[in-house]
């Protein structure tokens, strides 16, 4: 079925240290969608990549979404204890229904002071 | 605008009993998914209601159901509970008027099955 693996499952990184998570699609995908959950809270969406080949930030955060709109990541620079939390990403794919989002395992990051 | 809220918040249940669960979504959105979530198994999709009825589905057993009202309230009931269903249950509310939308996530209910 439809997959979409998100890389890597767990990642510790010192404060100030750069962060990426990938997320790789079996299928084309219209478009991805990235979300953040804190610990102890719910998810909340950061952004929706739609074109191939897209690129957005927002402050320290660099999401792209590949040219042939399989896969995506999100870069963190300079990661701050802020930054803890679990990264999703989910994908609407481009055949079938489309409604439905293909997510992600997520990926935990936690940040050493 | 109030944000989607679900009850209860926390609720303790023994094995073989039945839950309902209750979410309320944004104001205007139309669209209400169901989510289970537990360690290491990320976001599980339960299913999509859209204008009262199930549009979409994920994969699992007919023990899960729901169900949306006119005012796009929606309630999921799992019923013969066993210990595995113990999960933070997730709704989100959307607007719905594209193909995929922006997911507006509850705060989630903690079942604790014993």
């Known amino acids: 079925g439809q997959q979409v693996m998100q890389i890597p499952q767990y990642q510790h990184v010192q404060e100030g240290e750069d962060f990426t998570t990938y997320c790789n699609s079996s299928?084309?995908?219209?478009?991805i969608q990235w979300y953040k959950q804190r610990p102890g809270g719910h998810p909340v969406f950061l952004i929706q990549?739609?074109?191939s080949g897209e690129v957005k930030k927002q402050k320290r955060l660099t999401f792209q979404f590949g040219e042939a709109k399989k896969n995506s990541s999100l870069h963190i620079t300079a990661t701050q204890t802020t930054d803890v939390g679990t990264y999703f990403c989910?994908?609407?794919?481009?055949?079938?229904?489309?409604?439905?989002?293909?997510w992600g395992l997520g990926t935990s990051l936690a940040v050493n002071p | 605008k109030a944000g989607v809220t679900q009850t209860p918040r926390y609720l303790i249940k023994t094995r073989g009993q039945q839950v309902t669960l209750s979410c309320s979504p944004i104001?205007?959105?139309?669209?209400v998914s169901w989510y289970q979530q537990t360690p290491g198994q990320g976001l599980q999709f339960l299913f999509e209601?859209?204008?009262?009825?199930?549009?979409n589905k994920g994969n699992f057993p007919g023990r899960f159901s729901g169900r949306q009202f006119s005012n796009s309230r929606s309630e999921m009931n799992v019923s013969t509970l066993e210990l595995g269903d113990s999960a933070l249950y997730l709704c989100?509310?959307?607007?719905?008027?594209?193909?995929?939308?922006?997911?507006?996530f509850g705060p989630g209910t903690r079942l604790t099955v014993l």
């Open positions: 104001s205007g959105h139309r669209s």
């Open positions: 209601y859209f204008s009262e009825t199930q549009r």
């Open positions: 989100a509310s959307s607007l719905a008027l594209r193909s995929t939308d922006t997911q507006y």
């Open positions: 989910a994908g609407s794919p481009n055949a079938g229904n489309n409604r439905k989002l293909i």
């Open positions: 990549l739609v074109k």
């Open positions: 299928t084309t995908l219209s478009n």
